[in-house]
Nanobody, 113 residues
């Protein structure tokens, strides 16, 4: 089994920064990529950022240029969020692709004016 532990998040003012961390443990032999999705109240889940085993990254259009995903190790990724906006308010879910998709429990990010 694969488990994901998310940390970070919380509240920030518009223009501020926050950092999320996701640590994976368990059977990671098939790990191909990790990243983050988010879901705002009343909206669907959208891609925030992903990082694959080759070091390639991809970002959602809404966060391009403001958020950066990086890896501390093969099983731990960070999401550095800068220039936060109120529309970034959402629950952020870490995921890991290990032949199937495993999701974290989600962490709330709230950005106020």
């Amino acid at each position: 089994q694969v488990q994901l532990v998310e940390s970070g998040g919380g509240s920030a003012q518009a223009g501020g920064s926050l950092r999320l961390t996701c640590a994976a443990s368990g059977s990671l032999g098939a790990l191909s990529d990790m990243g983050w999705y988010r879901q705002a109240l009343g909206k669907g889940r959208e891609l925030v950022a992903m990082l694959n085993r080759y070091g390639e990254t991809a970002y959602g259009n809404a966060v391009q240029g403001r958020f950066t995903i990086s890896s501390e190790s093969r099983s731990t990724v960070h999401l550095q969020m800068h220039m936060l906006r109120p529309e970034d308010t959402a629950v952020y879910f870490c995921y890991a692709a290990v032949g199937r998709t495993v999701w974290g429990q989600g962490t709330q990010v709230t950005v106020s004016l």
